[in-house]
């Protein structure tokens, strides 16, 4: 750990390793493995009875010094950096539960999370429960409870405040509101009002659920229409059908049914 040092200074510095060339910038390893200095060091490294780099799908020197950085400006013992947000929250989600555990979710997160949660954990013995994020918290029981810190109202009003994205929940904007900051910042509002204003049937949004799978089925279709196995009919017929299955699912997954 570096916590001698500022965040600023972290946020440059922590975790740089330096190659014989003395760079003065990060260097990006773009090689897909190591060279071992003999047949005996490579088996210990793989055995993991050696410290060093195998593979850059395990972790290279550009990832570790990522990994460091990020450890250090959270205060944190150990990162560890996965190539997207899902693949992530997947690793978690195996790294802490097992068959027969319970998840209680927060409704308001990723549409791809509610796919992984009430449709792959499942198959593996895991349920989840989605409730509204504030409530997350007091489930009576759960093996993992998710979003939770993110999902409360300190936190989403310190985030709107600090970042302007929109808080998740009604209760961090009103937290926002009471606390001045709204008449301090004239106008940071706004985007809040446009969510939570009364709707009509003319101005009224929709929320497209499980649009990430919707999206690949429409695409699966177009293809079989342009490659001459289906009917530009009967593959847009099936990409609605499908696609109908899919908001249905997502409606019965929201509504826990």
């Given at each position: 750990m570096e916590d001698h040092k500022d965040f600023d200074t972290?946020?440059?510095?922590?975790?740089?390793?330096?190659?014989?060339?003395?760079?003065?910038?990060?260097?990006?390893?773009?090689t897909s493995s190591f060279v071992f200095a003999s047949a005996a060091q490579a088996a210990a490294r793989f055995s993991g009875e050696e410290e060093g780099f195998v593979y850059s799908r395990f972790s290279n020197p550009t990832v570790a010094m990522l990994q460091e950085r990020l450890a250090?400006?959270?205060?944190?013992?150990?990162?560890?950096?996965?190539?997207?947000?899902?693949?992530?929250?997947?690793a978690t989600a195996m790294g802490l539960l097992k068959a027969g555990d319970h998840i209680v979710s927060s409704s308001s997160i990723f549409g791809a999370t509610v796919?992984?949660?009430?449709?792959?954990?499942?198959?593996?013995?895991?349920?989840?429960?989605?409730?509204?994020?504030?409530?997350?918290?007091?489930?009576?029981?759960?093996?993992?409870?998710?979003?939770?810190?993110?999902?409360?109202?300190?936190?989403?009003?310190?985030?709107?405040?600090e970042t302007g994205y929109?808080?998740?929940?009604?209760?961090a904007y009103e937290l926002t509101r009471k606390s001045g900051f709204y008449e301090?910042?004239?106008?940071?509002?706004?985007?809040?009002?446009?969510?939570?204003?009364?709707t009509t049937d003319k101005s009224r949004g929709l929320r497209l659920g499980n649009m990430v799978q919707i999206r690949a089925i429409m695409e699966e279709e177009l293809e079989n229409v342009w490659g001459g196995k289906k009917t530009p009919k009967q593959g847009l017929d099936d990409a609605v059908r499908r696609g109908n299955e899919q908001l249905e699912r997502f409606q019965k997954t929201v509504q826990g049914k």
């Amino acid at each position: 750990m570096e916590d001698h040092k500022d965040f600023d200074t972290l946020a440059v510095r922590a975790g740089q390793l330096r190659s014989p060339h003395g760079e003065h910038s990060e260097a990006l390893y773009l090689t897909s493995s190591f060279v071992f200095a003999s047949a005996a060091q490579a088996a210990a490294r793989f055995s993991g009875e050696e410290e060093g780099f195998v593979y850059s799908r395990f972790s290279n020197p550009t990832v570790a010094m990522l990994q460091e950085r990020l450890a250090a400006l959270e205060g944190a013992e150990a990162c560890v950096a996965t190539a997207s947000g899902m693949a992530a929250i997947l690793a978690t989600a195996m790294g802490l539960l097992k068959a027969g555990d319970h998840i209680v979710s927060s409704s308001s997160i990723f549409g791809a999370t509610v796919q992984l949660f009430a449709g792959v954990l499942t198959r593996f013995g895991v349920e989840t429960t989605f409730v509204d994020g504030a409530d997350v918290a007091g489930s009576p029981l759960f093996d993992a409870a998710w979003l939770d810190e993110a999902s409360s109202q300190d936190v989403q009003a310190r985030w709107h405040q600090e970042t302007g994205y929109l808080p998740i929940t009604i209760a961090a904007y009103e937290l926002t509101r009471k606390s001045g900051f709204y008449e301090k910042n004239p106008g940071t509002d706004v985007s809040v009002q446009q969510m939570i204003v009364k709707t009509t049937d003319k101005s009224r949004g929709l929320r497209l659920g499980n649009m990430v799978q919707i999206r690949a089925i429409m695409e699966e279709e177009l293809e079989n229409v342009w490659g001459g196995k289906k009917t530009p009919k009967q593959g847009l017929d099936d990409a609605v059908r499908r696609g109908n299955e899919q908001l249905e699912r997502f409606q019965k997954t929201v509504q826990g049914k």
